[in-house]
């Protein structure tokens, strides 16, 4: 296999290591795997705790920083993180605020967030939780019950990170998660597979000449297979998907999230046929974010996700944050 790593065994701990030196503004703890910002806990702050398997880079690990994550949990390869894990990360953050962990609705990582909630009250740290739902391709899949966290998550932790970074209470950061998670919708296109360091090949067959409607971000089957659409069918069909479920009654926030394999040069052309169907559909665009943030390792493909904003949440977006995959505003 043509991949630049050592051995599949060492592909995160090499990663953390690499990240550790690249961003000396966070604190990496290699071998307990956890990654937080430098000046955790931050008195009478709101920590926001997130994680998942790896693979999905920059999420989460390169959302760490003020104005959004206080730390991640990276797993294994599409692996959750153990309950331990996430215990130490929301300790280390803790500042006597509340904790708030950010769950995309895998089954491992919901057991896993919920043991970890339990046993870090019993250590009297105070954690609420917020489960992140927005994928609408299909409504249960290999990996879930329920719709699938994709895109949204990014919306869910730069926006609740900035209501913490000022000094909101810990109900109220929860409050706006929910509401942020609530208007947040997305679809996602496979136009290749997958593959895992440890396999070494595709993880699904695709055949040339098709794509995959609906593909979830560990390659989960969509909702069916076509022969290969154009930049404007692909938009067209992906839009009008999101808008169904949405229904937008005021301006929304746009993620083009490249999947770890699509150039930018087609991202940004990808963008031009997302921002022409919202305005033949007259959904007002406030902000728009286009590159790779919620990937599938390196399969090439994009995926859709609109929140719809108000004033509040609008301004929250806008807030500075500055972490290794998001700044602005610092």
């Given at each position: 296999?043509?991949?630049?790593?050592?051995?599949?065994?060492?592909?995160?701990?090499?990663?953390?290591?690499?990240?550790?030196?690249?961003?000396?503004?966070?604190?990496?703890?290699?071998?307990?795997?956890?990654?937080?910002?430098?000046d955790a806990p931050v008195a009478g702050q709101v920590a926001l705790v997130s994680g998942g398997g790896s693979g999905h880079e920059p999420l989460h690990g390169g959302f760490v920083g003020p104005g959004m994550l206080t730390a991640a949990c990276p797993g294994e390869v599409f692996t959750s993180p153990v309950?331990?894990?996430?215990?130490?990360?929301?300790?280390?953050?803790?500042s006597g605020a509340g904790v708030l962990?950010?769950?995309?609705?895998?089954?491992?990582?919901?057991?896993?967030?919920?043991?970890?909630?339990?046993l870090a009250e019993d250590e009297g740290i105070q954690v609420a939780r917020v489960l992140v739902d927005d994928d609408v391709a299909v409504t249960d899949s290999?990996?879930?019950?329920?719709?699938?966290g994709t895109g949204a998550t990014l919306f869910v932790e730069k926006i609740a990170g900035a209501a913490a970074e000022e000094g909101a209470p810990l109900e109220r950061v929860e409050s706006i998660a929910r509401r942020v998670n609530g208007r947040s919708r997305s679809f996602g296109v496979a136009l290749s597979a997958c593959t895992t360091p440890a396999k070494g090949s595709p993880t699904f067959d695709l055949p040339a000449g098709e794509l995959e409607l609906g593909v979830g971000i560990h390659g989960e089957p969509g909702r069916e297979r076509r022969p290969m659409?154009?930049?404007?069918?692909?938009?067209?069909?992906?839009?009008?998907?999101?808008?169904?479920?949405?229904?937008?009654?005021?301006?929304?926030?746009?993620?083009?999230?490249?999947?770890?394999?699509?150039?930018?040069?087609?991202?940004?052309?990808f963008n031009a046929e997302v921002q022409r169907v919202l305005g033949e559909r007259r959904v007002p665009v406030a902000r728009t974010l286009v590159g790779n943030?919620?990937?599938?390792?390196?399969?090439?493909?994009?995926?859709?996700?609109?929140?719809?904003?108000?004033?509040?949440?609008?301004?929250?977006?806008?807030?500075?944050?500055?972490?290794?995959?998001?700044r602005w505003g610092r």
């Amino acid at each position: 296999m043509r991949m630049l790593i050592n051995v599949p065994e060492t592909v995160v701990a090499d990663a953390l290591r690499g990240m550790a030196a690249a961003h000396p503004e966070l604190n990496v703890d290699v071998e307990r795997r956890i990654v937080v910002r430098r000046d955790a806990p931050v008195a009478g702050q709101v920590a926001l705790v997130s994680g998942g398997g790896s693979g999905h880079e920059p999420l989460h690990g390169g959302f760490v920083g003020p104005g959004m994550l206080t730390a991640a949990c990276p797993g294994e390869v599409f692996t959750s993180p153990v309950p331990d894990q996430i215990v130490r990360a929301a300790a280390a953050v803790d500042s006597g605020a509340g904790v708030l962990f950010v769950v995309k609705n895998y089954t491992g990582d919901v057991l896993n967030f919920e043991m970890a909630a339990e046993l870090a009250e019993d250590e009297g740290i105070q954690v609420a939780r917020v489960l992140v739902d927005d994928d609408v391709a299909v409504t249960d899949s290999l990996y879930t019950a329920g719709r699938r966290g994709t895109g949204a998550t990014l919306f869910v932790e730069k926006i609740a990170g900035a209501a913490a970074e000022e000094g909101a209470p810990l109900e109220r950061v929860e409050s706006i998660a929910r509401r942020v998670n609530g208007r947040s919708r997305s679809f996602g296109v496979a136009l290749s597979a997958c593959t895992t360091p440890a396999k070494g090949s595709p993880t699904f067959d695709l055949p040339a000449g098709e794509l995959e409607l609906g593909v979830g971000i560990h390659g989960e089957p969509g909702r069916e297979r076509r022969p290969m659409m154009t930049s404007r069918e692909i938009a067209d069909y992906t839009v009008d998907v999101v808008l169904d479920e949405l229904r937008p009654a005021g301006p929304v926030i746009a993620l083009v999230n490249g999947m770890g394999g699509t150039p930018l040069l087609e991202l940004y052309g990808f963008n031009a046929e997302v921002q022409r169907v919202l305005g033949e559909r007259r959904v007002p665009v406030a902000r728009t974010l286009v590159g790779n943030y919620v990937t599938s390792l390196d399969m090439a493909g994009c995926s859709v996700t609109l929140c719809e904003v108000d004033e509040e949440t609008l301004r929250l977006w806008d807030a500075p944050v500055g972490t290794p995959a998001l700044r602005w505003g610092r």
